[in-house]
Protein backbone atom coordinates (compact mmCIF):
# COMPACT_ATOMS: atom_id res chain seq x y z
CA UNK A 1 0.00 0.00 0.00
CA UNK A 2 1.32 2.93 -0.85
CA UNK A 3 1.04 6.40 1.36
CA UNK A 4 1.63 10.31 1.02
CA UNK A 5 2.53 12.29 3.45
CA UNK A 6 2.16 15.72 3.54
CA UNK A 7 3.24 18.17 5.72
CA UNK A 8 4.66 22.14 5.91
CA UNK A 9 0.89 23.88 5.33
CA UNK A 10 -0.13 26.84 7.53
CA UNK A 11 -0.79 30.29 7.75
CA UNK A 12 1.62 33.03 6.10
CA UNK A 13 1.33 36.90 4.93
CA UNK A 14 1.32 37.64 1.13
CA UNK A 15 5.28 38.04 0.13
CA UNK A 16 5.78 35.53 2.54
CA UNK A 17 7.13 31.36 1.68
CA UNK A 18 6.48 27.82 2.91
CA UNK A 19 7.78 24.62 1.65
CA UNK A 20 5.46 21.29 1.86
CA UNK A 21 6.73 18.06 1.68
CA UNK A 22 5.69 15.04 0.48
CA UNK A 23 7.10 11.52 1.86
CA UNK A 24 6.33 8.32 0.12
CA UNK A 25 6.19 4.93 0.86
CA UNK A 26 7.76 1.92 -1.21
CA UNK A 27 9.52 2.47 -4.69
CA UNK A 28 10.22 6.15 -6.55
CA UNK A 29 7.59 7.89 -8.18
CA UNK A 30 6.67 10.86 -10.56
CA UNK A 31 5.24 13.06 -8.39
CA UNK A 32 3.21 15.78 -8.58
CA UNK A 33 1.47 18.68 -6.37
CA UNK A 34 -1.98 19.73 -6.62
CA UNK A 35 -4.41 22.29 -4.85
CA UNK A 36 -7.89 22.97 -5.00
CA UNK A 37 -9.81 26.45 -2.92
CA UNK A 38 -13.46 26.24 -2.30
CA UNK A 39 -15.84 25.93 -4.54
CA UNK A 40 -12.78 25.24 -7.41
CA UNK A 41 -11.48 22.62 -9.10
CA UNK A 42 -8.37 20.60 -8.13
CA UNK A 43 -5.27 22.10 -10.06
CA UNK A 44 -2.12 20.96 -11.16
CA UNK A 45 0.52 23.11 -9.52
CA UNK A 46 3.75 21.43 -10.35
CA UNK A 47 5.22 17.82 -11.16
CA UNK A 48 8.81 16.70 -11.07
CA UNK A 49 9.60 12.78 -12.93
CA UNK A 50 11.17 10.06 -10.88
CA UNK A 51 14.20 10.74 -11.73
CA UNK A 52 14.27 14.73 -10.94
CA UNK A 53 15.61 15.24 -14.17
CA UNK A 54 11.95 16.91 -15.74
CA UNK A 55 9.47 19.08 -13.93
CA UNK A 56 6.36 21.11 -15.17
CA UNK A 57 4.88 24.51 -13.57
CA UNK A 58 1.56 25.47 -13.88
CA UNK A 59 2.22 29.54 -15.55
CA UNK A 60 0.49 30.70 -12.10
CA UNK A 61 3.45 29.79 -10.27
CA UNK A 62 6.22 29.76 -12.58
CA UNK A 63 8.87 31.78 -11.05
CA UNK A 64 7.72 31.59 -7.53
CA UNK A 65 7.41 27.91 -6.92
CA UNK A 66 9.92 25.09 -7.51
CA UNK A 67 9.23 21.61 -7.10
CA UNK A 68 12.35 19.54 -6.18
CA UNK A 69 13.05 16.25 -4.25
CA UNK A 70 15.06 14.11 -1.97
CA UNK A 71 15.59 10.28 -3.67
CA UNK A 72 17.65 8.89 -0.43
CA UNK A 73 14.20 10.02 1.61
CA UNK A 74 11.79 9.43 -0.69
CA UNK A 75 10.40 12.74 -0.33
CA UNK A 76 9.05 15.38 -2.90
CA UNK A 77 9.35 19.49 -1.76
CA UNK A 78 7.56 22.18 -2.94
CA UNK A 79 9.19 25.51 -2.01
CA UNK A 80 6.43 28.40 -2.04
CA UNK A 81 7.46 32.09 -2.48
CA UNK A 82 6.43 35.00 -2.74
CA UNK A 83 2.84 33.86 -2.14
CA UNK A 84 -0.25 35.69 -2.85
CA UNK A 85 -3.93 35.47 -1.80
CA UNK A 86 -5.18 33.55 -4.92
CA UNK A 87 -2.34 30.50 -3.77
CA UNK A 88 -4.94 29.59 -0.86
CA UNK A 89 -6.21 26.46 -1.22
CA UNK A 90 -5.73 22.62 -0.32
CA UNK A 91 -2.63 21.29 -1.18
CA UNK A 92 -2.07 17.98 -2.34
CA UNK A 93 0.87 15.83 -3.39
CA UNK A 94 0.12 12.77 -5.90
CA UNK A 95 2.30 9.87 -7.30
CA UNK A 96 1.64 8.17 -11.03
CA UNK A 97 3.02 4.34 -11.37
CA UNK A 98 3.95 5.88 -14.87
CA UNK A 99 7.73 5.30 -15.59
CA UNK A 100 6.85 8.77 -18.35
CA UNK A 101 10.21 11.52 -18.62
CA UNK A 102 6.88 13.33 -19.51
CA UNK A 103 5.09 14.49 -16.16
CA UNK A 104 1.69 14.50 -16.76
CA UNK A 105 -0.56 17.76 -15.46
CA UNK A 106 -3.85 16.17 -15.29
CA UNK A 107 -5.36 14.33 -11.82
CA UNK A 108 -6.22 11.47 -13.42
CA UNK A 109 -3.35 10.45 -14.62
CA UNK A 110 -2.51 9.88 -10.82
CA UNK A 111 -2.60 7.01 -8.79
CA UNK A 112 -1.83 7.65 -5.15
CA UNK A 113 -2.85 10.98 -3.61
CA UNK A 114 -2.01 12.52 0.10
CA UNK A 115 -4.54 13.41 2.81
CA UNK A 116 -4.02 17.10 1.73
CA UNK A 117 -2.46 20.02 3.85
CA UNK A 118 -3.84 23.55 4.32
CA UNK A 119 -2.28 26.72 2.79
CA UNK A 120 -3.48 30.48 3.61
CA UNK A 121 -2.14 33.23 2.89
CA UNK A 122 -4.12 36.66 3.99
CA UNK A 123 -3.66 39.88 2.67
Known amino acids: QVQLVESGGGLVQAGGSLRLSCAASGRRFSMGWFRQAPGKEREFVAAISWSGGSTNYADSVKGRFTISRDNAKNTVYLQMNSLKPEDTAVYYC???????????????????WGQGTQVTVSS
Open 94 to 112: AATASYSLVVPTQPQSYNY
